[in-house]
T-cell receptor, first 114, second 115 residues
Framework: AQSVTQPDIHITVSEGASLELRCNYSYGATPYLFWYVQSPGQGLQLLLK??????LVQGIKGFEAEFKRSQSSFNLRKPSVHWSDAAEYFC????????????FGTGTRLKVLA | DGGITQSPKYLFRKEGQNVTLSCEQN?????MYWYRQDPGQGLRLIYY???????QKGDIAEGYSVSREKKESFPLTVTSAQKNPTAFYLC??????????????FGPGTRLTVL
């Protein structure tokens, strides 16, 4: 069955510290991979996406993610977290062909300490 | 500016009433989606539509209905058959262009509360 797992429900980091949010997926073929961010009561904003090619993907707001096929992972990283990064982060998987459906992870809520 | 609008932002309804959530996009996207978001459960797909006058059930379609009469509009009706409709509802759209076909753009959401 296709699935996306974000094993960390909550993460707390200090401002200026590095960040890594984990995402593992189960999918029959190489999927499209996405990270979205959501502020409270708002819609989702795309941070970055992986379709093919270079497995290290750069996104907005200083975020990056690395696709590791052998580990079925697409972890999100940021070298220095800002207080404004506090939000909920969702990993998603989409099909390369056929259906346009996404599968979303359950999200990781990030808290940033001043 | 191109984007997706959802209205209203907050919606209250009494049990037993049907209610319709609006979703409009001016991105010229072919595909549109409705998701339901509950705390700790991520986003779950209710319905999606790839072209006008066609739509498919998602994972949790029971108690919901949709229509797609125009490319830019994809309203969602929450019927009285939906047992637990209180949730945050998100509408999204995506292009069918081969290069960016799977990037979904989201609206700001509608929070529905059943009283």
């Amino acid at each position: 069955a296709q699935s996306v797992t974000q094993p960390d429900i909550h993460i707390t980091v200090s401002e200026g510290a590095s960040l890594e949010l984990r995402c593992n997926y189960s999918y029959g073929a190489t999927p499209y991979l996405f990270w979205y961010v959501q502020s409270p009561g708002q819609g989702l904003q795309l941070l970055l996406k992986y379709f093919s090619g270079d497995t290290l993907v750069q996104g907005i707001k200083g975020f990056e993610a690395e696709f590791k096929r052998s580990q079925s992972s697409f972890n999100l990283r940021k070298p220095s977290v800002h207080w404004s990064d506090a939000a909920e982060y969702f990993c998603a998987v989409g099909a390369k062909s056929g259906t346009y459906k996404y599968i979303f992870g359950t999200g990781t809520r990030l808290k940033v300490l001043a | 500016d191109g984007g997706i609008t959802q209205s209203p932002k907050y919606l209250f309804r009494k049990e037993g009433q049907n209610v319709t959530l609006s979703c409009e996009q001016n991105l010229n996207h072919d595909a549109m989606y409705w998701y339901r978001q509950d705390p700790g459960q991520g986003l779950r797909l209710i319905y999606y539509s790839q072209i006008v006058n066609d739509f498919q059930k998602g994972d949790i379609a029971e108690g919901y209905s949709v229509s797609r009469e125009k490319k830019e509009s994809f309203p969602l009706t929450v019927t009285s058959a939906q047992k637990n409709p209180t949730a945050f509802y998100l509408c999204a759209s995506s292009t069918r262009d081969r290069k960016d076909r799977d990037e979904q753009f989201f609206g700001p959401g509608t929070r529905l509360t059943v009283l």
